[in-house]
């Protein structure tokens, strides 16, 4: 079965400096998504992105978040100030189209010191 | 507003039980719910959803509009069931957003 990648599996990085994850979504599909979880939380869903364009973002993805499509295979989350409380799994998931099955990314483990 | 409850933490029971682990939602319109399972040190899968009709790995769920709810069964837990359980909807109108609840942790007992 097809797979979404994403690198690295873990990144630790000091308050305030900057992070990019990054997702290789599968081939086809055309739907990405960013979500995250906070340790003992609940899966929470951050960005959408479609057609090279945000379709939709939660409260959480404020003006420190931002996603690129930079080369038509990659899909990247950047953090631009990371905070302690961006500390969580974060995962990558695309779809080829709607109501189609959502394939997740095995997860980005950040800690921020 | 939307949102996915699942009451329960954590359930334990022993193999060869059944099992339940209860969903509840909220949503104004048609969602399309679904069961997704992490496996230790595994990836987020999608266990099924209500529009297959589906049963996998034993499981199933039906979803009933008038409880609001979308509780996935088994009837005879097995070891290997153990793990994370998320119930999830979205709205059947695009690709949008997945909304998950905050999970049910199975833990099977031999």
């Known amino acids: 079965e097809p797979e979404v990648t994403q690198t690295p599996s873990h990144q630790v990085t000091q308050m305030g400096q900057e992070v990019i994850l990054r997702c290789v979504p599968i081939s086809n599909h055309l739907y990405f998504y960013w979500y995250r979880q906070i340790l003992g939380q609940k899966v929470e869903f951050l960005v959408s992105?479609?057609?090279?364009?945000?379709?939709?973002k939660s409260e959480i993805f404020d003006d420190q978040f931002s996603v690129e499509r930079p080369d038509g295979s990659n899909f990247t989350l950047k953090i631009r100030s990371t905070k302690l409380e961006d500390s969580a799994m974060y995962f990558c998931?695309?779809?080829?189209?709607?109501?189609?099955?959502?394939?997740f990314g095995s997860g980005t483990q950040l800690s921020v010191l | 507003a939307q949102r996915v409850t699942q009451p329960e933490k954590l359930l334990s029971v022993f193999k060869g039980a059944p099992v339940e682990l209860k969903c509840n939602y909220s949503y104004s319109g048609s969602p399309e719910l679904f069961w997704y399972v992490q496996y230790s040190r595994q990836r987020l899968q999608l266990l099924l959803r209500?529009?297959s009709r589906e049963s996998i790995k034993g499981f199933t769920a039906d979803l009933n509009k008038g409880e609001t709810s979308f509780h996935l069964k088994k009837p005879f837990a097995q070891e290997e069931d153990s793990a994370m359980y998320y119930c999830a909807l979205s709205g059947y109108s695009s690709a949008s957003k997945i909304i998950f609840g905050s999970g049910t942790r199975l833990s099977i007992r031999p």
């Open positions: 209500h529009i």
């Open positions: 992105f479609y057609n090279n364009e945000i379709s939709e």
């Open positions: 998931a695309s779809i080829t189209g709607k109501g189609e099955k959502l394939f």
